[in-house]
């Protein structure tokens, strides 16, 4: 069942003809898809080294071009400041005859895809903060937060969080989460913006004996609310090593409210969105959203 409405289908036989076709260094490289419950992209491995990315909604192709430039150049910087391996771009394939956008190559980052009912160790709490630390002393150049993702400012979200609680009726207990977020959506935004990754969450980070071996998804690296990527301490932790992770990053009462309140947006679109057509993500939100509410007095 596809996860978007406006979703394209990828073949691998499509795959293996546009990269034989436009990247001949590859044409005998072998090529298999990655089982992945990822919402944005399907990845095939060429060959040992390299990952092709195949975004998985239409959209239009100067509109797709423009962003996959973009990530290119977010995702260099973030390779250059982050202290944890990241892929590092390396071609854009242009759209085929069975493929209706331009695709990017990317480097291959060796690890396993963090299980989403993580309860991360002290030393996986130590490597999160450790890299938090390295992308907020990255020099925002005097950007701050653009767009209409999570990162700016919590009432600009009122519109999709009551769009969440229609679809979650019957599903989730909708009266209490409007009281939390009620509290979330008054929490003020005080501190300055810093770099960020953006969605430092399981199916983005590479784990290999329970420490942080690599980051994925580092094309939306740009400044944001800190408490943005602080909201990762919701996604992969018990209440011991998230207290770790939350002094070793210094959050402040403000800042950790904050992180619970982006944790709460991301969580609570996943569950509706995903509950008939990506088990993996309905079940992370779900863990997610209980871990904010057992933690929120309101």
């Given amino acids: 069942m596809a996860m978007h409405d406006d979703e394209i289908a990828i073949s691998d036989d499509v795959v293996r003809e546009l990269i034989a076709s436009q990247f001949p260094q590859w044409e005998t490289a072998p090529v298999r898809r990655v089982e992945s419950n990822g919402t944005v992209n399907a990845i095939f491995r060429i060959g040992d080294g390299v990952a092709a990315r195949f975004l998985l909604r239409s959209r239009n192709v100067s509109v797709a071009a423009e962003l996959l430039a973009r990530e290119a150049e977010a995702s260099r910087r973030f390779a250059e400041h982050s202290p944890f391996p990241a892929p590092l771009p390396i071609a854009i394939g242009a759209p085929g005859k069975d493929y209706p956008l331009?695709?990017?190559?990317?480097?291959w980052v060796p690890g396993s895809i963090a299980p989403v009912d993580i309860d991360g160790s002290v030393g996986l709490a130590h490597d999160l903060a450790s890299l938090i630390s390295a992308l907020r002393a990255t020099d925002t150049e005097g950007r701050r937060f653009?767009?209409?993702?999570?990162?700016?400012?919590?009432?600009?979200?009122?519109?999709?969080?009551?769009?969440?609680?229609?679809?979650?009726?019957?599903?989730?207990?909708?009266?209490?989460?409007?009281?939390?977020?009620?509290?979330f959506r008054e929490l003020p935004h005080t501190s300055?913006?810093?770099?960020?990754?953006?969605?430092?969450?399981?199916?983005?980070?590479?784990?290999?004996?329970?420490?942080?071996?690599?980051?994925?998804?580092?094309?939306?690296?740009?400044?944001?609310?800190?408490?943005l990527d602080a909201m990762c301490g919701w996604y992969f932790f018990d209440d011991?090593?998230?207290a770790v992770f939350r002094d070793e990053l210094g959050c402040d009462d403000l800042e950790w409210e904050r992180s619970?309140?982006?944790?709460?947006?991301?969580?609570?679109?996943?569950?509706?969105?995903?509950?008939?057509?990506n088990p993996v993500m309905y079940d992370m939100g779900r863990l997610v959203l209980d871990r904010v509410v057992a933690n929120t007095k309101v």
């Avoid at 331009?102 to 480097?107: E, L």
């Fill in 260 to 277: 619970k309140a982006w944790s709460f947006e991301q969580a609570l679109g996943a569950i509706w969105y995903y509950v008939e057509t």
């Fill in 192 to 227: 300055a913006d810093v770099m960020s990754h953006g969605d430092l969450q399981p199916l983005n980070v590479l784990v290999a004996d329970g420490r942080l071996v690599g980051v994925l998804d580092t094309g939306d690296f740009a400044p944001a609310d800190p408490a």
């Fill in 146 to 183: 653009q767009g209409d993702n999570r990162g700016g400012e919590l009432p600009d979200h009122d519109e999709w969080v009551e769009e969440c609680f229609e679809k979650s009726v019957g599903l989730l207990d909708v009266p209490m989460l409007r009281r939390l977020w009620s509290h």
């Fill in 240 to 242: 011991a090593s998230r």
């Fill in 102 to 107: 331009p695709w990017p190559v990317q480097s």
